[in-house]
Structures are given as C-alpha cells and as structure tokens.
C-alpha cells in the first residue's frame, strides 16, 4: 500500500473542522470520538507535520500549528542552526518537509538528500548520488527546493529529482536507496536498486553519464516530484531562455512513475505532436524541432480529484519567437492531469506565445471557496503579470470571467504576437501591471522629469509591451515593460493560502526589466552554454557583443517608480476583491537617507525584496527587513494587514519558511542561505531538556 502524507479528514472542510495535525500516537490508540476531543484544544497539539514543499499538497504554505501565536510571538529565540556548508549549500530555496518524527531537506549542487534532528538540527543521515557530467553541467544544482514523501507498504520513503535528472527514492528511516525501485544504472557508483534513469522515457538520444547531446537539447530539474495516489509525478528544467541563441531543444515532457516499483507509468508531451489537442498552435513545424515549456515549479495536486497541477514556461528563447510562430500550447500555462493517466482534463494559457520571459514560477494554491453562494474547490495560480488567475480546479471554468484584450504588436520583422492576451476581470492587478508617466516616482516634480528623461530612450507603455530589436525604427535603445521578468511574483516570493477562510496572500515586487535584441548570429558568439545547432534570426542581447548597456536608472539611485517597491496583497478568493496591501518591512535607509529626498517624508516604500510567508490559525507570518537593513520576522493580522509583532532575527530567510510541532515544541524554520535556522518559544533550552 502507498499513502502520501496529505491532511487528516475531509480536505472540503474548513480546516477548523478538519484539525490536520493529528498526533500519530494518538491516531494509534484513541477511539475517533475521544480523538476528536483530545484534538480540539490547541494545547493538545503535540505532533504536527509539514509533508510537502508548501506545506500540504494543496501547497497553502499553512499549518493548523498554535502553539506561536501574536501574543507569545516576541519570546521566540534561536533553538537551533543547521550549516549547509559541508554540502557546499549557497541558495537557501529548499524548504523542509517534516514527516514522521524527522526534517528532510536537499542541499548544494550536488543535491544531497539530507535528514534532520527536528530537536536539534543533528544530521542523521544523508544521501549523494554519483558523480556524473550531467549534474555537473546543470544550471539548477542548487535549487532543488525540497523532497517528496510517501509511505510504502507502512515504510516512509523520501524521493527527489537530482540535476542530473535521475529519480531517486530513499528509506526515510537509513537513507538507503529503497529495495525494489527502478532499474541499475550502469554507471560507477550508482546502486543497483532505487534509481531511475528519467532521461530514457523522455525518448530522445541520451548517454547514462554525459546526457543528452547538447545538439540535441537540455534537461535538468529544479522542484522536487510529487506523489499523488500512489503516483510520482516529475517536472523538470531546461537551459535559462535568456542564455539561448539556437533553437533546437527538446520539450520539457510530464513524468509520472510508479512510487512502489519505479515503473514508467506515462508522459504528458508539452508540445503537442501530431493529433494532439493543441497541435495546431504550433506553426512551421516548430514542434518538430524546438522545445523547454519546462514544468520548473513546484507541483500541486488534489488526491481526491486525482490531479495534479503543472505550472509552465515559455517555448525556447525567452525574448523571440519568431521561429515558432503560433500560440505554441502548453507554453507558460497551467494544466490540470489526471495522476493515473497523465490524461489532460483542462488547462489555461496565461500567455500566447510569450515572449517576455512570463514563466510561472511558484506552485498553484488549491483552497476552497465560497462563489455566489456556491462552495467551490479552486485553484489559484500568481504571476509575474500580478494578474491572479482562480479557477474550479474540478473544470477549469475560472471563478470570474476572464477576458482576451487587444495588446500592441512586435516591430521585428518575422515576430507575430498574438493579437490579445487573457486578463481576469477579477482580481484586479495586486501590483504594477505595465507602466505609464503617472506611475514613476514624484516626490518632487524634478525627480518626476528625471524619471521621465532616464526612460526617454525606451520604449515602454502597457503590460505586453513587446520585446524591441536593437535596429529598431522608433530608435529607441529597447523595450522596457513592467512587470519585467524579476518582477511580480517570482521564485523567492511564493503564495500563501488560508484553507479556513479561502483568502490568498501574494508578496510581489514592482520591477521592471529593459532588453534589447541583436541578430542571433551575434549573439552567438558570447553564448557558451547554447544547446541547439541552428541560430535564431533574433535574441537577447544579454551577453552579445555590442548588448546596448544596461536597463534606464534615476540619476538619483532611486527607483524610477513610485512606491512601494515591494507589497503583500491579501485578495479574498471568495469574492475576488482586494482586502488589505502592506509594504514589505521598512524603507531601507539608502532610500531614507538618499540627499534627493532630503526633508521628505516618503513613508513606508518597502524594501523591494519579496517576502518568504507562511499563514497559522492567528497570523500571517513573513520575513522581511527594517530600515537599517536588520532582518526581522513580522506577525500580521490576516484579516487586516496590521502588524501584531516583530522580532530580530540572525540572518535574512530566502524562498519560504516552515512550521511544524514535535513533542509539543512549535517550530519555525527560516531559509536562511546555507544554513537552516530554527526559531522556538523555548529557544535552546527545550532541547537541552529534550536530552
């Protein structure tokens, strides 16, 4: 039998009625009506799991955990540091899960499967996989972001996707390679059981050490799999867009395996071969030849429906497609599949043939909401648009109408945009969503007219501005639109959700990027990673001889638009309306303290930095810095956006945070670079006791 660790009792109730954090003894030897009473109070709260990258399956970032509430909030200290420097760690993005009594995490390019002391932070085993040029050519070493987990057969089982894109499952108990799954590799090192060769069921020419040929294409992986009903479901990563110069690839294809045996179980083709739903929005047999539309994010999956839910990003080169006319489906979309079959249910494309770089990089939200009287379970997807797409994630019908509008067309010749682009009439933009005169700074009208001449050269304007080439007939340096490719939300800023309530809180940052393009033959002489043989006619300009300088500044050092730089929105999914906006921390004092705004005012602009989040049953929690650049962590009011508390904290968190109770200690985990740092009531002192 295979049971992933998904939430105790009916996910379709609110989660006051559904407590999520029932103790495992006590599920072992209470009958159901004295359990229910043992689990009502919070104080009974002894053991509660964070089993999922965010959080759950449904990826709320939420834990029903009390113990730490805004009024205890300031007694929070340092219980503990796990130091990822022997594993070469540096970029902080995975989040631990914790299951059964243990902390899993990955860490460093070589993505070692660690497990942890919840107590302590001791190591208690770890876990590499063989050396191989793969993983040393991936660009995603260390951002592996997290495990799976499920059990087999009563035993806990750990599984994660490596850079070098094989599947591997693991005895949570020893870190062992789990008997019985997958098929020996036949490369040095490797064990003979409990590894999977992913590249051989994507179908393209591989060798088991040096990969795929880089005439062909490129694969590697950034998330960890899911496991939904006895099914690992596996996405994957392909070369950065901005880096690419040729335009042969492979696809980014849907994985799914058997979490008992390894088994191959089916692939869902992200671009669609002939007779496929979708085919047709690939032009000049651009699917023959080109590919990415990569799954990167995370996953998210509802084990009642048996789905689960892929989150894209554009077809190869970011910036150009004028090789793959077409609205080349399943580009930067997101696409609900059955987990048995890798059957697509529904899906919506966020954008048509992007080019701008709009990939989605954080996991959808699943929660259940209440629709004009209608219970509903949704699903939730954050951009770097900062458009909010909700839909029933049953269906696929959004939960408010979304509309195709007209957006300007490409001057490059041989590029066809397509006409419109999808827009949600509800929720509106949670932040900046292109930009006019009437959104750059105006703390005084010389820093307006400044603003105004630094873009001068620029071509900027509504959100789907299109990308420009650098001999271009406006005779403008580029394109800058806004949101940009770093900004709105991105990776470090994932979602948060509140099951009980059904609101979403999105952090987001407005920053807009500035790009020009080159003859790709020019370009092609700096890029040195490129895969592909053949050279596109246009692309970024990022490495090119001759790239044109970088993005428009404000001569002052400040930011070209106005404030905040950086915001948490909470939208209420019920009703599609915006309910509170905060800034993120406070105005760094380099803003404050900047001799153009001297004798100025300027309030509260935000750091400009997204916010890793998690929601509790009192509270919103986020990481962020105050003025002097301290980092802090902030309790806020999840109805109203007023903060409750603060605290200092050693270092700054990066990605996300988790929480979980083990023996009756809360504990919050920030991502904090290399290292894991533990905050409790108690702080060192419940683990002392605890020895």
Not at 59 to 75: C, D, G, K, L, V
Request: proline fraction near 9%; charged fraction near 20%.
């Amino acid at each position: 039998m295979i049971k992933e660790h998904v939430r105790s009792g009916d996910s379709r109730l609110p989660a006051r009625n559904r407590w999520q954090s029932l103790t495992r003894a006590l599920t072992k030897v209470l009958p159901l009506g004295l359990l229910v009473a043992a689990t009502t109070s919070v104080q009974a709260q002894d053991t509660v799991e964070w089993t999922h990258l965010g959080g759950d399956v449904h990826h709320t970032r939420y834990t029903p955990a009390n113990n730490i509430t805004p009024e205890n909030f300031s007694e929070l200290k340092e219980a503990w540091v796990w130091d990822g420097a022997s594993f070469a760690a540096a970029s902080g993005r995975s989040t631990p899960s914790y299951v059964d009594g243990k902390l899993f995490t990955v860490a460093g390019p070589r993505r070692h499967v660690i497990a942890m002391d919840p107590e302590s932070g001791e190591t208690l085993w770890s876990y590499r996989e063989p050396n191989t040029f793969r993983w040393e050519y991936s660009m995603r070493q260390d951002y592996g972001k997290g495990v799976a987990y499920a059990e087999v057969d009563g035993k806990g089982v750990v599984y994660i996707i490596s850079p070098a894109f094989f599947l591997t499952a693991l005895d949570a108990d020893t870190g062992a390679p789990l008997e019985g799954f997958g098929n020996p590799v036949p490369i040095e090192g490797f064990a003979q059981t409990g590894v999977v060769d992913m590249l051989a069921d994507l179908g393209h020419e591989f060798d088991p050490y040096y990969g795929v040929p880089k005439e062909v294409g490129y694969v590697t992986s950034s998330s960890p799999p899911i496991v939904v009903n006895g099914v690992v479901v596996v996405g994957n990563s392909a070369e950065q867009g901005y880096n690419q110069s040729r335009m042969e690839n492979i696809p980014g294809d849907i994985l799914a395996y058997d979490a008992k045996t390894g088994d191959f179980k089916w692939k869902f083709n992200v671009i669609p071969q002939p007779g496929e739903f979708g085919h047709e929005t690939w032009e000049n047999d651009a699917w023959q030849y080109t590919g990415d539309v990569s799954p990167w994010a995370p996953l998210s999956a509802d084990p009642e429906l048996g789905l689960v839910y892929v989150a894209t990003n554009p077809p190869t080169v970011d910036y150009y497609g004028g090789f793959r006319p077409g609205n080349t489906l399943f580009g930067t979309s997101l696409i609900a599949l059955d987990a048995q079959t890798g059957e697509r249910r529904w899906h919506f494309q966020f954008v048509h043939h992007d080019v701008w770089n709009y990939d989605i990089p954080t996991a959808p939200v699943l929660l259940d909401v209440t629709v004009n009287g209608e219970r509903i379970p949704a699903v939730a997807q954050a951009t770097k648009q900062t458009l909010l797409f909700a839909f029933n994630r049953e269906t696929g019908e959004p939960l408010w109408p979304i509309e195709e509008r007209p957006v300007p067309a490409s001057l490059i010749p041989g590029e066809k945009l397509s006409p419109t682009q999808p827009f949600p009439t509800k929720p509106a933009p949670y932040d900046l969503a292109g930009i006019t005169e009437d959104d750059l700074i105006d703390f005084t009208p010389e820093l307006r007219q400044q603003a105004i001449a630094a873009l001068a050269d620029w071509e900027y304007g509504p959100l789907y501005n299109p990308p420009l080439h650098r001999d271009n007939p406006l005779g403008k340096r580029g394109s800058y639109w806004c949101p940009g490719d770093g900004g709105g939300s991105n990776i470090t800023g994932p979602a948060a959700g509140d099951p009980e309530t059904g609101i979403i809180y999105l952090t987001s940052q407005s920053a807009c990027a500035a790009h020009t393009l080159v003859p790709g033959d020019e370009a092609d002489l700096r890029y040195m990673t490129d895969a592909g043989t053949t050279t596109t006619g246009v692309t970024p300009a990022q490495y090119a001889n001759g790239a044109g300088g970088g993005a428009p500044r404000h001569p002052s050092g400040l930011p070209l638009m106005k404030p905040p730089y950086s915001r948490i929105t909470a939208i209420d999914l019920n009703t599609g309306e915006h309910l509170w906006m905060i800034p993120i921390g406070e105005t760094p004092d380099r803003i404050k303290n900047n001799p153009a705004l001297a004798g100025i005012d300027v309030g509260n602009t935000g750091t400009g930095a997204q916010a890793p989040m998690m929601v509790t049953p009192s509270m919103l929690v986020y990481a962020g810095d105050v003025s002097d650049g301290t980092p802090h962590l902030f309790a806020i009011d999840k109805a109203t956006g007023r903060e409750l508390a603060r605290i200092p904290v050693s270092a700054a968190s990066r990605y996300g945070m988790m929480s979980y109770v083990h023996k009756g200690e809360q504990y919050i985990i920030l991502q904090t670079g290399p290292k894991l740092t533990a905050m409790s009531l108690h702080g060192p002192r419940a683990t002392a006791a605890a020895h």
